[in-house]
T-cell receptor, first 113, second 112 residues
């Protein structure tokens, strides 16, 4: 049973436009959410995170929104750049999990010039 | 600051053979993780160490997989004997604080 779901395997957007990547979760114990970015042949790199006490966190071009009632979070990238083309993983954990991250399957973002 | 190092980067073996992967975490990081990432899936935790003690190995197939972290620094993950379904990328990560994991480049294992 998948606790973290990324239902869109791929997304294609034009350079300069907004990219919106979505993630749903089922475990109400999750209280911390992260987004990782992964280029081919490299390990995932941390992008941005959000605690369940917040509903928005912003870092430059990247903003994560959390809707706890819907158990949904999204990553917005504005403006999108070709270098943002990568696989994006949503991950979640909770206070008692010792940092054990549960990952979604990922969404491959392609930003076209 | 040097990142998480892993070797080898690629490994091809036949089923029933054994294989070992090595990980050197970021200096000073007490927590070390091994993940398995099958093609098309997200990483799945296999085992987590705090210094040289195991915190969580609930998803490690202990009949064939083993891991150790001697002296609380480097770690090795072993598979013996390998099965076709073990073909995956094996990722090592380390962290100083919970929820901040830094990943290595991974080892891509192909079992024929």
């Amino acid at each position: 049973d998948q606790q973290v779901k990324q239902n869109s395997p791929s997304l294609s957007v034009q350079e300069g436009r907004i990219s919106i990547l979505n993630c749903d979760y089922t475990n109400s114990m999750f209280d911390y959410f992260l987004w990782y970015k992964k280029y081919p042949a490299e390990g995932p790199t941390f992008l941005i995170s959000i605690s369940s006490i917040k509903d928005k966190n912003e870092d430059g071009r990247f903003t994560v929104f959390l809707n706890k009632s819907a158990k949904h979070l999204s990553l917005h990238i504005v403006p999108s750049q070709p270098g943002d083309s990568a696989v994006y993983f949503c991950a979640a954990c909770y206070g008692g999990s010792q940092g054990n991250l549960i990952f979604g399957k990922g969404t491959k973002l392609s930003v076209k010039p | 600051e040097a990142g998480v190092a892993q070797s080898p980067r690629y490994k091809i073996i036949e089923k029933r053979q054994s294989v070992a992967f090595w990980c050197n975490p970021i200096s000073g990081h007490a927590t070390l993780y091994w993940y398995q990432q099958i093609l098309g899936q997200g990483p799945k935790l296999l085992i987590q160490f705090q210094n040289n003690g195991v915190v969580d190995d609930s998803q490690l197939p202990k009949d064939r997989f083993s891991a150790e972290r001697l002296k609380g620094v480097d770690s090795t993950l072993k598979i013996q004997p390998a099965k076709l379904e073990d073909s995956a990328v094996y990722l090592c990560a380390s962290s100083l604080r919970l929820n901040e994991q830094f990943f290595g480049p991974g080892t891509r294992l192909t079992v024929l």
